[in-house]
Every structure is written in C-alpha cells, then in structure tokens.
C-alpha cells in the first residue's frame, strides 16, 4: 500500500494480514479524500477499526491537525506502529490498542472531541448506526462533525436523527455513507436513547 497525496506521498505503508482486516483499496482511498478535500485540512481524526491506519495516515499527509487510531488486532497494532514511525507520524498520531467501547469510554474522560470520523468495522459488523451513537452520546463529537463508513453494499448503516447523510459512495461489493453530525438538539424527543449491544 502506498499513500497517495501530500507530504508522505508515494511512501509504502505495510497493512495486516488475512480476513479480519479489509485495507482500503488504493483506488477507493482515492476517491474518498478526493470527496473530502479541504475537511482533512487542520482536523482532528479518529479512526475506529483503524486496521493498517491508511485511512488516519492520509489524512495527516494531507494536512490533518492530529489522529486518533483505533484497534484491537495485535497484528494491526504492528503495523499501526510501524505505518506511523515510517511515516514520522508519532507526533501527530496517536495509537490505542482496545475494544472500540473501551477507546471510546477512555477518549471520553480525556475529553476528546474529533472533526472527523473513519468507521471501517470487519463486515461481520453491520450495526454502525450504534457505534455513530454511542461517538455522540460520549460527547466525542464537534457539531457538524462528519462521520464516514464504508461497509458491505447490502448493509446501509442507520444512524439515528443527530447525523444526516450528506453523500454515498458505491466501489463493487463496497460503499461509503458520509454523515454530517448536527448535534443533540437534532434528536427526536420521542427518539429513546441507543444503548450499543454486542456488534
């Protein structure tokens, strides 16, 4: 895998191996920052099933102010580890090995509030909509936040009334949803409050 455009462009970055993990495609990648252009500019990224930390890592080559990086695969984690170094990342990226509920409960007391969202779950997981949820309930996002998922065609993920689809993507088997967070005020008063469960 190589990033693509800015300051570490043409730069080889390594990703896992076998199923759990899905790197985005090279094309796909692509495309998506194409689609984002001036919002990786100065934001701040997190990104949950960060699988080899593509995703994070080219938005910090392009001008993201800092990168928050997600998973839980220990093979993942090596090669977050050594994508970051190769790249000179370190100061601008940050890596934590934990269940995404567990990152999330402890990006929450840190106080942490992101600009930007990649959610790129295994494709056994298709109820992002909660994990959207629970992002906002911890306070994790800026309002007009957005929020990317890219996800299996069939699987059209259902966040609730706080985030609304602003673009959608299809690449094959692929998709991308693009959802802008509106804030709390957006929720319906008669919308009960998501609870994630098991994905």
Not at 14 to 32: C, I, K, N
Not at 46 to 55: I, K, V, Y
Not at 63 to 85: F, H, P, W, Y
Request: negative net charge; glycine residues 6%.
């Amino acid at each position: 895998m190589r990033m693509i455009a800015g300051e570490a462009r043409g730069r080889t970055i390594v990703a896992p191996r076998g199923q759990d993990t899905r790197p985005t495609q090279d094309y796909v990648r692509e495309s998506l920052f194409n689609i984002l252009r001036e919002t990786v500019v100065e934001a701040r990224v997190l990104d949950l099933f960060a699988g080899s930390g593509a995703l994070a890592l080219e938005a910090v080559s392009r001008g993201a102010a800092e990168a928050t990086l997600v998973d839980s695969a220990s093979e993942a984690a090596q090669c977050i580890r050594k994508n970051m170094e190769t790249l000179r990342f370190q100061e601008r990226t940050r890596f934590l090995q934990a269940d995404w509920r567990q990152a999330l409960e402890r990006l929450s007391r840190e106080g942490r509030a992101y600009t930007l969202v990649f959610l790129d779950p295994p494709y056994r997981m298709t109820d992002t909509g909660s994990v959207c949820a629970r992002l906002a309930d911890l306070g994790l996002l800026e309002t007009d936040a957005l929020v990317v998922i890219e996800h299996r065609r069939e699987h059209v993920p259902t966040p609730d009334a706080r985030f609304m689809e602003t673009d959608a993507r299809r690449y094959g088997d692929t998709a991308i949803h693009f959802y802008r967070y509106r804030g709390e005020a957006q929720r319906d008063a008669h919308e009960p409050v998501r609870v994630p469960g098991e994905l």
